[in-house]
C-alpha cells in the first residue's frame, strides 16, 4: 500500500490545504494528514478543534487519516512506517525553505523523499494567518474554507464588538 504523510500546523485547514490532500489521495492509497503539536508558532486553535476541522473539511474519505506528532517529521514518519512527504508549493517563495526542510528530513532519515504538489491557482495567496485575520474582523471567509468549517472557524475568531 502506498502511504504518504501530508504534515502540518493546520491552524486552520484551509480549502488550499483540502485542495493537496485532495489530489494527493489521487495518487497514493493513504494520506496520514500529520498536525503538528508543538509549533514555534502559539496556535489559535487546539489540536481536538484542529482535528475535527480537518474532519468536517475532508468529509468520509476512507484513504485519509488524521494523526498529531510531537517532535521531529522524521522520526513521526519512521515511527509510522511511512518514507513519503507531501508537501504544497503556493510560491517560488515557499520553494527555498521547503528544500531546506526536505534536506534536512532526508538528512536525519535517508529513506525519507519529499514530494511537491504544486498549489492550484485559485489558493496561490491563501494561508491559515490570512484565514485568521479576516476571520477576526468578521470578514467573509466562504472562499478560503470549507462550507462546514466556515461557522466554526468565525465562531471562534470572530470579534464579539464587531457585530
Ligand atoms: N494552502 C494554503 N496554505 C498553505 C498551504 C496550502 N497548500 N501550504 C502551506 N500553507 C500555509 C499554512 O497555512 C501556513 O500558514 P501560516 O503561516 O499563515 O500559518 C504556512 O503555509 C506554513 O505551513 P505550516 O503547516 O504551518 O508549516 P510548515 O509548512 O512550515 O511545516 C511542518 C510544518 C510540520 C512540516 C514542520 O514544521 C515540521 O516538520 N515540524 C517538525 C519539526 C521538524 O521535523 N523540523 C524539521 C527539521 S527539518
Redesign the pocket.
Known amino acids: 500500500m502506498k502511504v504518504a504523510i501530508y ?5 486552520p485547514i ?4 483540502i ?2 490532500i485532495n489530489r494527493a489521495s489521487l495518487i497514493f492509497d493513504e494520506i496520514i494528514v ?1 498536525i ?1 503539536v508543538n ?1 514555534s ?1 502559539t496556535p489559535c486553535f487546539t489540536l481536538d478543534e484542529k482535528i475535527e476541522l480537518i474532519r468536517l473539511a475532508i468529509g468520509d474519505n476512507k484513504k485519509i487519516k488524521i494523526k498529531s ?1 510531537d ?6 514518519a519512521k515511527n509510522e512506517n511511512v518514507n513519503i ?1 507531501i ?4 510560491a517560488v517563495s ?1 520553494f527555498e ?2 528544500f ?2 526536505a534536506l ?2 532526508k538528512k ?1 532519515n535517508p529513506l525519507i523523499e519529499t514530494l511537491f504538489l504544486n ?1 492550484s491557482d485559485k ?1 496561490l495567496y ?7 485575520d479576516i476571520a477576526k474582523y468578521n470578514g467573509d471567509i466562504t472562499s478560503f474554507v470549507h462550507k462546514k468549517t466556515k461557522d466554526k472557524i468565525q465562531g471562534k475568531l470572530g470579534r464579539k464588538d464587531f457585530e
Open positions: 504534515p502540518g500546523s493546520f491552524d484551509t480549502l488550499g490545504h485542495d493537496i500529520a503538528l509549533s508558532k506528532f517532535g521531529l517529521l522524521a522520526d513521526f512527504i508537501k504544497g508549493l503556493r515557499d525553505y521547503e531546506q526542510m534536512a528530513n536525519i498549489s489558493y491563501l494561508s491559515s494567518s490570512l484565514v485568521k
